[in-house]
């Protein structure tokens, strides 16, 4: 089983950048982010397959950068130019055997990290 643990989170102002990292225990060879605000259903953001390949929400593109450190078995996802609606928990995953929107497709998921855009 893989084991992920997401950190960087924290309070920002609107225009600020932040970088989330997220450690895998093993080998994953697709891995993403979703985001979830109160009240909302958990959104896709971003994912990259093993070899690079991303897919960006249309809300971010432009703003966020999903990359990764095969070596490490690290995530990241740096993002910029902030806005207040970006404010949610920020979960990391992983699973899919190709690249997926969909939460249903991941097996695996962080505890979440907190991010908070002030306006």
């Known amino acids: 089983q893989v084991q992920l643990v997401e950190s960087g989170g924290g309070l920002v102002q609107a225009g600020g950048s932040l970088r989330l990292s997220c450690v895998a225990s093993?080998?994953?060879?697709?891995m993403g982010w979703f985001r979830q605000a109160p009240g909302k259903e958990r959104e896709f953001v971003t994912t990259?397959?093993?070899?690079?390949?991303?897919i960006y929400a249309d809300s971010v593109k432009g703003r966020f950068t999903i990359s990764r450190d095969n070596a490490k078995n690290t995530l990241y996802l740096q993002m910029n130019s902030l806005r207040p609606e970006d404010t949610a928990v920020y979960y990391c995953?992983?699973?899919?055997?190709?690249?997926?929107?969909?939460?249903?497709?991941?097996?695996?998921w962080g505890q979440g990290t907190q991010v908070t855009v002030s306006s």
């Open positions: 995953s992983a699973g899919p055997p190709t690249l997926t929107t969909k939460a249903t497709g991941y097996n695996y």
């Open positions: 093993g080998r994953t060879f697709v």
């Open positions: 990259i397959s093993w070899r690079g390949g991303t």
